[in-house]
């Protein structure tokens, strides 16, 4: 009664004399058929990929033609982003989008859809509804057809889709009787109105055309489920090692090159290539003495900058069968004289996904390794030393990764919580941040502050500090020499400042990843992992090791991800600086994995059981538990917001500026504000627990569409069609109708 799509076809029978080998295609629409009527539209289709078969010793053969409507030819085409890249969009652009894939022609002209829900107290569905079309692509990144996609449309709007004459209408024969107002939708310039179609109900019993009629009465159910299939999101960037984007630098696909090293009195054979990003990651290509490097090779590898690499090994004097390949980031810091060189972004997400989530949790994490070399090979050895902190030791610092994690231009992420871009741009406009340098040795250092107008602290020279009065100021030293900070202001005068400034400064609109050292820890040629700041006690949904950020809960966090990760803190320096032996200088970090996934808390039930909620979340109304007649599970991929499971196929609408995730739908007659899966339960309950008719027959075909309202008499029932096949030239219909409420 409510499927979500009904289609149709057409059969065309020619006699011919010769071979129409031009009408047999499989080549999308380049055939299609029109039926008119009075001079109106009628019916379209396109052609069906098929055998050519025919009696070829005739001297006429018969062929026959099978044309498919354009919902049924639409599962030969696959979903396409409309912007190019993921989205949000409205499920307009939605349905305009599919339709224009297929109809060159531009013979479909409208939408109607019927005033059977309200959302934001209007009837305006498809331009009030959103969704993030990512979900329209499995996790592996490959579409979905596009008759699916109307299907999961239909099937949240509560309505059945079908084609006919110029237009495609989404109807709730629940309701049909007592709603004959739809939403038009004109696809040439996206306008819309609202206007009334005849659903004056035709007297099956004068229409009689011949008699066959038949009637039946359909299966009892008592218990309906509806699914939320919900198509997560929990990968927020590209995999990493995607095959399909990280490809040979070189037009030779399996360039490599081969050398050989003496490595703790072994002989290695070393093999390196060196690859890039087709689409997904931006990256600073490397350069020397400021000249970019157009293609990475062992020569010239010692450089500044970053590219991808995949390295093998083995002893020479024990070839293997096979190799093993690891692919690697590597950011190198070659520069000139020791001096630090590489700094700022290295790497980034070409095309920023949209975010559309509330509350949840980021769980980032980095795998590397300090190294002395460019080559990512783990035979190779810079170092054996470690984090030491004896009376040798000027010290060591953590393991830090500069990094951006913004929303659009709505909010960025500080270290501590997630801040308006306002703010940065109001410190920016007021002076506020400085070209700090650090840390060095000063003995004697003064920091002097006040607290401006704004609320911010300023740091000044003693002079301007004296100066000042009435505002809350403090003065103040530094607990270790070494460790002094400071900016030349615009007299040329050094002024001292605290540490938490520097960093600010140094960050600015970004926060570090941290990884803690830790005494007798290996410095070079060690695999190491961000510090985990993920607990048990978070109660997330896919929960791992790695740095946890917290997202708003109390409100929807939506936009375009800005993910940026810049040259570490250790690089280009000597990480352990200790006075009785040489330091060792740290020339590259090889990175085997970036990881930034998103995850929902408050998922696990029942802890001592690890009882979890389930992602696809289940709606069920059962009559009798004694009795049971299940009907089958209904299928939601368009959902409702679920806080239990993080989703790209959640609903939003828009209020003013601003989305939010969708709750409840009103009914048009009820008016009952519901879920879309609850609205659904209940039309399926309604119906099929009582007994409905079926009927069948032929009869004279008077303008009826699959919106008609038909009644018997006999029954005394009103039906709407199931099933219809159209005899064109009789002008006949064999119908198969279901009774409606």
Not at 240 to 264: C, F, G, H, L, P
Not at 307 to 317: H, L, P, R, S, V
Not at 621 to 637: A, G, L, S, T
Request: proline share 2%.
């Amino acid at each position: 009664m409510f499927k979500p799509i009904k289609c149709s076809d057409c059969q065309i029978n020619v006699l011919t004399t010769k071979v129409l080998a031009n009408l047999y295609t499989a080549l999308g629409n380049q055939i299609y058929c029109t039926i008119s009527k009075n001079g109106s539209l009628l019916w379209c289709g396109y052609s069906v990929p098929c055998l050519y078969s025919t009696d070829y010793n005739e001297e006429y053969n018969l062929l026959s033609l099978q044309f498919n409507d354009i919902l049924s030819s639409l599962s030969n085409y696959n979903y396409t982003y409309l912007n190019e890249k993921q989205s949000i969009v409205s499920i307009y652009q939605v349905i305009k989008h599919i339709i224009s894939q297929i109809d060159s022609n531009r013979l479909i002209k409208n939408v109607y859809v019927h005033n059977a829900k309200k959302i934001n107290d209007t009837t305006d569905l498809l331009n009030n509804l959103f969704i993030l079309d990512r979900n329209f692509f499995d996790e592996a990144n490959e579409a979905e057809n596009c008759k699916d996609v109307l299907e999961y449309i239909a099937r949240y709007l509560g309505m059945t889709c079908y084609y006919y004459g110029d237009s495609i209408y989404f109807v709730d024969y629940d309701i049909i009787k007592n709603i004959n107002s739809y939403t038009k939708y004109t696809l040439s310039d996206d306008s819309n109105t609202v206007v009334t179609l005849d659903n004056t109900i035709i007297n099956v019993n004068q229409n009689i055309y011949e008699s066959n009629a038949s009637i039946a009465i359909g299966e009892l159910y008592n218990k309906v489920v509806v699914v939320a299939n919900s198509n997560s999101n929990n990968t927020i960037i590209p995999e990493w090692n995607d095959e399909d984007d990280i490809i040979n630098q070189n037009v030779d696909a399996n360039k490599y090159y081969e050398s050989t090293r003496d490595i703790s009195g072994k002989n290695y054979t070393l093999l390196n290539a060196f690859f890039k990003s087709k689409n997904n990651w931006w990256w600073a290509k490397p350069s020397i003495l400021a000249v970019p490097i157009e293609e990475v090779t062992p020569q010239n590898a010692d450089s500044n900058g970053s590219y991808w690499q995949k390295a093998a090994y083995y002893e020479t004097a024990n070839e293997p069968s096979s190799l093993n390949w690891k692919t690697y980031f590597t950011i190198s810091d070659y520069g000139l004289m020791g001096w630090k060189t590489t700094d700022g972004v290295q790497l980034s997400l070409k095309n920023k996904l949209p975010i559309a989530v509330k509350g949840g949790t980021f769980i980032i994490d980095i795998n590397y390794r300090l190294s002395g070399d460019w080559n990512a090979a783990e035979c190779i050895v810079t170092s054996d030393e470690q984090y030491y902190d004896g009376k040798y030791s000027t010290g060591f610092t953590d393991t830090m990764f500069k990094c951006k994690l913004a929303i659009g231009d709505k909010m960025y992420y500080d270290g501590d919580g997630w801040v308006n871009y306002q703010e940065y741009h109001n410190k920016v406009a007021r002076n506020y941040y400085k070209i700090c340098n650090g840390p060095n040795t000063w003995a004697g250092a003064t920091w002097y502050k006040y607290l401006d107008e704004y609320g911010y602290w300023r740091f000044v020279t003693k002079g301007e500090y004296d100066s000042i009065s009435g505002r809350e100021k403090y003065s103040g030293g530094y607990a270790d020499r070494n460790y002094v900070y400071s900016y030349m202001n615009s007299s040329n005068e050094r002024v001292f400042v605290e540490k938490w400034f520097y960093d600010e400064c140094k960050l600015q609109d970004c926060f570090y990843l941290v990884h803690k050292n830790k005494v007798g820890d290996k410095v070079f040629d060690t695999d190491y992992s961000l510090t985990n700041t993920v607990s048990w006690r978070m109660n997330l949904a896919e929960s791992e090791d790695g740095v946890a950020v917290s997202l708003p809960s109390d409100k929807m966090t939506l936009g375009e991800l800005t993910f940026e990760l810049y040259a570490p803190n250790q690089l280009g320096t000597t990480p352990m600086r200790r006075t009785d032996k040489s330091p060792v200088r740290c020339n590259s970090f090889h990175i085997n994995d970036v990881k930034l996934k998103y995850t929902t808390s408050d998922y696990v039930k029942d802890i001592f059981n690890d009882e979890t909620y389930d992602e696809d979340l289940k709606f069920e109304n059962v009559i009798d538990e004694n009795i049971v007649n299940d009907f089958d599970d209904i299928e939601f991929r368009i959902n409702t917001y679920n806080e239990h499971a993080g989703s790209y196929s959640y609903v939003l609408t828009k209020v003013g500026d601003e989305y939010y995730f969708v709750d409840t739908l009103t009914d048009g007659v009820s008016k009952d504000k519901l879920k879309a899966e609850e609205h659904c339960i209940n039309k399926y309950v309604n119906y099929y627990s009582k007994p409905r008719f079926r009927y069948s027959n032929s009869i004279k075909n008077r303008d009826i569409s699959l919106n008609s309202i038909l009644k018997e008499n006999t029954l005394n029932k009103n039906f709407v069609i199931n099933s219809i096949t159209y005899d064109l030239i009789n002008n006949k219909c064999d119908v198969e109708l279901n009774e409606i409420r």
